[in-house]
């Protein structure tokens, strides 16, 4: 908008060229004539096809004149031959009677009066043919009158067209550098050839997001250079009548200034635009409320400045959309309006009397409180996790000290840092923490989604620096308002280009201080993970502070126990307190492997617990079927799990018995055997089972 508020003050000012409203009006005009002459042209052509439909019946007639007199001429040719047998009967006169001299004198008379009215007719025909002919011959001059009369106007019109001015060009052409970075230069030379080739030359060219030139990498970065170039030339050649806007955030439009030295020199007039404050922002939200259908009012005036203080919060960072982020937000607290009113209409029946004002709690966001939130009820009975119930339980109270201070309208706290770092073996909860925690966050306001973006390192890394750096960005720019987890996070180590190029554009897109819009979230192991934060970026760890790690213990036999109760449970699965003992002690032991996946070790066991039940009923079945007897119903209910199933689904070769000393390579092939088997029914790949060292002496 403002681009075009100085390419309209260059127009103005005669600096670059402008509409002209007299060659407008001449042009006008010049349309108006040539559209009288088209329809005058029109008319003219359908009284020339008249007159040729004229001209081509007097033809017609004229030939069939040329007909009749055709047939009077054999007619007179026919009456000759007749006259010359008449001269013969004359010579036999004499040998005829009387009567037959008179028969001869009435022949004579009868043929003197046929010759007289066949020579009438003749006449006739020649007058009708000479009637004809010089009516062909008029038609034939007024055609040829009527074809000079066309030329004559075509080459009127053509000359008009000549004086029309021609049509006026747009001068201010948008571009963004996104497009120049996929079409290249030609996309440049697209919007500015026409610009100048206008009479006269000149005018403005907006490019937005013009950062991106130089964020491009590997191909895309040699296609921007050359947009680059052609772009320095251009803007040289032609500084008289083009002006060359660009737009982007200040770090990347630096960085594009540095990236050819001739840059700095053609582009040095700079409008900083500041990020909006915190009093702005709260204006600009009142306009949405004042501007919406109908208009909306606040319960409390001062929720618009609690608007206004939290996304300020946001500001002077990459990505803060400003008015943008105001629009969103106000999305976000109508959502909660609805909802709420919904869930009143639901509890008691009555339609809320007052559906155009917003309450402080659409603003604000449910209250934060571990004893009702429904999302923290859910972690809280979950088995295990006291760290990160803890930690969970923490944040949650510090997030009520800000709620309560914000809906009293005084100073609250500082928001808590939302990254964290989850540090645990596979399957102790990580990632359903992650999806509760991304919950707690959205009810209570303090992200703007709430969802949760569940990624792996390969998702980061890319084909070069430059593809990892894209992947990676786009990765974070959906993450806003949502809480992004990168699984075995570890997997980004690497001394690589294409590594670093994914971690540095983690730590330059990250939220860098409290209160941003995004939370991320790493898992993995310890040892990986420190190794990650201590070596691959400085930045990284400021990112991801001490403070911000939630530890993520292996469950103990009491806890497996637990566990597999509920699942077993839930799988519809009859589990006895003995057997579920016995279970457990065997994952306690298997735990000690580093191999050991938790609660999916359990999901495994309870997979194999339930096909031994079922193999078992079924050859029960048999036995009895067999027998002839219907069996005890007990014995048929594959539901029920038995300490036989346990020992069946647990059990080792005879072969491995024989390995009183080496309990571990046991322990080993028994647990290789059940990953295969859940593998197998799962339809799933198959366990890896990496490679093995042999190491003792001999014997």
Same mark, same amino acid.
């Given at each position: 908008?403002?681009?075009?508020?100085?390419?309209?003050?260059?127009?103005?000012?005669?600096?670059?060229?402008?509409?002209?409203?007299?060659?407008?009006?001449?042009?006008?005009?010049?349309?108006?004539?040539?559209?009288?002459?088209?329809?005058?042209?029109?008319?003219?052509?359908? !009284?020339?096809?008249? &007159?040729?439909?004229?001209?081509?019946?007097?033809?017609?007639?004229?030939?069939?004149?040329?007909?009749?007199?055709?047939?009077?001429?054999?007619?007179?040719?026919?009456?000759?031959?007749?006259?010359?047998?008449?001269?013969?009967?004359?010579?036999?006169?004499?040998?005829?009677?009387?009567?037959?001299?008179?028969?001869?004198?009435?022949?004579?008379? /009868?043929?003197?009066?046929?010759?007289?009215?066949?020579?009438?007719?003749?006449?006739? %025909?020649?007058?009708?043919? #000479?009637? %004809?002919?010089?009516?062909?011959?008029?038609?034939?001059?007024? $055609?040829?009158?009527?074809?000079?009369?066309?030329?004559? @106007?075509?080459?009127?019109?053509?000359?008009?067209?000549?004086?029309?001015?021609?049509?006026?060009?747009?001068?201010?052409?948008?571009?963004?550098?996104?497009?120049?970075?996929?079409?290249?230069?030609?996309?440049?030379?697209?919007?500015?050839?026409?610009?100048?080739?206008?009479?006269?030359?000149?005018?403005?060219?907006?490019?937005?997001?013009?950062?991106?030139?130089?964020?491009?990498?590997?191909?895309?970065?040699?296609?921007?250079?050359?947009?680059?170039?052609?772009?320095?030339?251009?803007?040289?050649? $032609?500084?008289?009548?083009?002006?060359?806007?660009?737009?982007?955030?200040?770090?990347?439009?630096?960085?594009?200034?540095?990236?050819?030295?001739?840059?700095?020199?053609?582009?040095?007039?700079?409008?900083?635009?500041?990020?909006?404050?915190?009093?702005?922002?709260?204006?600009?939200?009142? $306009?949405?409320?004042?501007?919406?259908?109908?208009?909306?009012?606040?319960?409390?005036?001062?929720? %618009?400045?609690?608007?206004?203080?939290?996304?300020?919060?946001?500001?002077?960072?990459?990505?803060?959309?400003?008015?943008?982020?105001?629009?969103?937000?106000?999305?976000?607290?109508?959502?909660?309006?609805?909802?709420?009113?919904?869930?009143?209409?639901?509890?008691?029946?009555?339609?809320?009397?007052?559906?155009?004002?917003?309450?402080?709690?659409?603003?604000?966001?449910?209250?934060?409180?571990?004893?009702?939130?429904?999302?923290?009820?859910?972690?809280?009975?979950?088995?295990?996790?006291?760290?990160?119930?803890?930690?969970?339980?923490?944040?949650?109270?510090?997030?009520?000290?800000?709620?309560?201070? !914000?809906?009293?309208?005084?100073?609250?706290?500082?928001?808590?840092?939302?990254?964290?770092?989850?540090?645990?073996?596979?399957?102790?909860?990580?990632?359903?923490?992650?999806?509760?925690?991304?919950?707690?966050?959205?009810?209570?306001?303090?992200?703007? &989604?709430?969802?949760?973006?569940?990624?792996?390192?390969?998702?980061?890394?890319?084909? /070069?620096?430059?593809?990892?750096? %894209?992947?990676?960005?786009?990765?974070?720019?959906?993450?806003?308002? #949502?809480?992004?987890?990168?699984?075995?996070?570890?997997?980004?180590?690497?001394?690589? !280009?294409?590594?670093?190029?994914?971690?540095?554009?983690?730590?330059?897109?990250?939220?860098?201080?409290?209160?941003?819009?995004?939370?991320?979230?790493?898992?993995?192991? @310890?040892?990986?993970?420190?190794?990650?934060?201590? @070596?691959?970026?400085?930045?990284?760890?400021?990112?991801?502070?001490?403070?911000?790690?939630?530890?993520?213990?292996?469950?103990?036999?009491?806890?497996?126990?637990?566990?597999?109760?509920? @699942?077993?449970?839930?799988?519809?699965?009859?589990?006895?307190?003995?057997?579920?003992?016995?279970?457990?002690?065997?994952?306690?032991?298997?735990?000690?492997?580093?191999?050991?996946?938790?609660?999916?070790?359990?999901?495994?066991?309870?997979?194999?617990?339930?096909?031994?039940?079922?193999?078992?009923?079924?050859?029960?079945?048999?036995?009895?079927?067999?027998?002839?007897?219907?069996? $005890?119903?007990?014995?048929?209910?594959?539901?029920?799990?038995?300490?036989?199933?346990?020992?069946?689904?647990?059990?080792?070769?005879?072969?491995?018995?024989?390995?009183?000393?080496?309990?571990?390579?046991?322990?080993?092939?028994?647990?290789?055997?059940?990953?295969?088997?859940?593998?197998?029914?799962?339809?799933?790949?198959?366990?890896?089972?990496?490679?093995?060292?042999?190491?003792?002496?001999?014997?």
């Amino acid at each position: 908008m403002v681009g075009r508020l100085i390419a309209d003050v260059l127009m103005a000012c005669g600096l670059r060229p402008s509409k002209n409203m007299d060659i407008e009006r001449k042009r006008e005009e010049g349309l108006a004539a040539k559209a009288t002459l088209e329809a005058e042209l029109k008319d003219k052509k359908l !009284e020339e096809m008249m &007159k040729q439909l004229e001209l081509m019946d007097a033809l017609r007639q004229k030939t069939s004149a040329e007909e009749i007199l055709q047939g009077y001429i054999s007619a007179r040719r026919a009456v000759s031959d007749s006259k010359q047998d008449v001269d013969g009967l004359r010579v036999m006169q004499n040998n005829f009677n009387a009567g037959a001299v008179n028969l001869l004198d009435h022949s004579k008379n /009868n043929l003197t009066a046929a010759e007289e009215e066949l020579s009438r007719k003749i006449r006739n %025909a020649e007058n009708n043919r #000479n009637q %004809a002919e010089n009516v062909y011959k008029a038609k034939q001059d007024e $055609h040829k009158a009527s074809v000079e009369a066309s030329k004559s @106007k075509d080459d009127a019109l053509a000359q008009n067209n000549k004086n029309i001015p021609p049509k006026e060009i747009e001068r201010f052409v948008e571009l963004s550098g996104g497009v120049l970075l996929r079409d290249g230069s030609k996309a440049l030379d697209a919007v500015t050839g026409p610009l100048l080739a206008a009479d006269p030359p000149g005018g403005v060219v907006f490019i937005d997001e013009a950062g991106q030139l130089f964020d491009g990498g590997g191909g895309g970065r040699t296609q921007a250079m050359g947009v680059i170039h052609r772009l320095i030339k251009l803007s040289e050649d $032609h500084r008289d009548v083009l002006t060359f806007m660009l737009s982007g955030y200040k770090k990347q439009i630096d960085a594009l200034m540095e990236s050819d030295p001739g840059m700095p020199s053609r582009f040095t007039k700079v409008i900083m635009f500041e990020d909006y404050t915190a009093d702005e922002l709260s204006k600009i939200f009142r $306009h949405f409320l004042s501007e919406h259908k109908p208009p909306l009012t606040l319960a409390s005036e001062s929720m %618009a400045d609690v608007v206004g203080r939290r996304l300020a919060k946001n500001a002077n960072q990459e990505g803060f959309g400003n008015a943008r982020s105001v629009r969103n937000t106000f999305q976000k607290i109508l959502t909660r309006n609805f909802e709420r009113r919904k869930r009143m209409e639901y509890a008691t029946g009555q339609r809320d009397p007052n559906p155009n004002v917003i309450a402080d709690s659409d603003v604000l966001g449910e209250r934060p409180d571990p004893e009702t939130s429904p999302s923290f009820q859910r972690l809280n009975a979950m088995v295990g996790l006291k760290e990160a119930k803890q930690s969970v339980r923490e944040l949650m109270l510090r997030l009520q000290s800000i709620w309560d201070a !914000e809906k009293a309208f005084k100073k609250p706290p500082d928001i808590p840092f939302l990254n964290r770092v989850f540090i645990g073996n596979p399957g102790t909860g990580k990632t359903t923490v992650a999806t509760l925690y991304a919950q707690i966050l959205s009810e209570t306001g303090f992200l703007s &989604k709430g969802e949760v973006l569940m990624t792996k390192p390969a998702d980061f890394l890319g084909l /070069n620096s430059g593809d990892s750096m %894209a992947k990676s960005k786009a990765i974070l720019e959906k993450s806003k308002g #949502n809480v992004l987890v990168i699984d075995e996070a570890y997997g980004l180590r690497g001394d690589t !280009e294409i590594n670093r190029a994914a971690v540095d554009t983690i730590v330059a897109y990250s939220p860098v201080q409290a209160g941003a819009d995004m939370s991320i979230i790493l898992c993995g192991y @310890k040892g990986e993970i420190d190794e990650l934060l201590d @070596k691959m970026n400085p930045g990284l760890k400021g990112r991801f502070p001490e403070r911000c790690t939630v530890v993520f213990s292996s469950y103990d036999q009491h806890q497996l126990g637990c566990i597999m109760a509920k @699942k077993a449970k839930d799988m519809g699965l009859k589990l006895p307190f003995d057997v579920r003992s016995d279970a457990a002690a065997l994952l306690a032991r298997e735990s000690k492997l580093a191999t050991f996946r938790n609660g999916g070790a359990v999901d495994i066991l309870l997979g194999k617990l339930q096909s031994c039940a079922e193999s078992r009923v079924r050859k029960y079945q048999d036995e009895q079927a067999k027998a002839g007897r219907p069996g $005890h119903p007990r014995l048929l209910d594959s539901s029920i799990i038995t300490p036989n199933d346990l020992e069946t689904a647990t059990a080792r070769p005879s072969e491995q018995d024989a390995w009183p000393l080496l309990p571990q390579i046991a322990e080993y092939v028994c647990r290789i055997e059940a990953l295969t088997e859940h593998a197998l029914r799962m339809n799933l790949p198959p366990p890896d089972l990496s490679h093995m060292l042999f190491l003792g002496p001999p014997g």
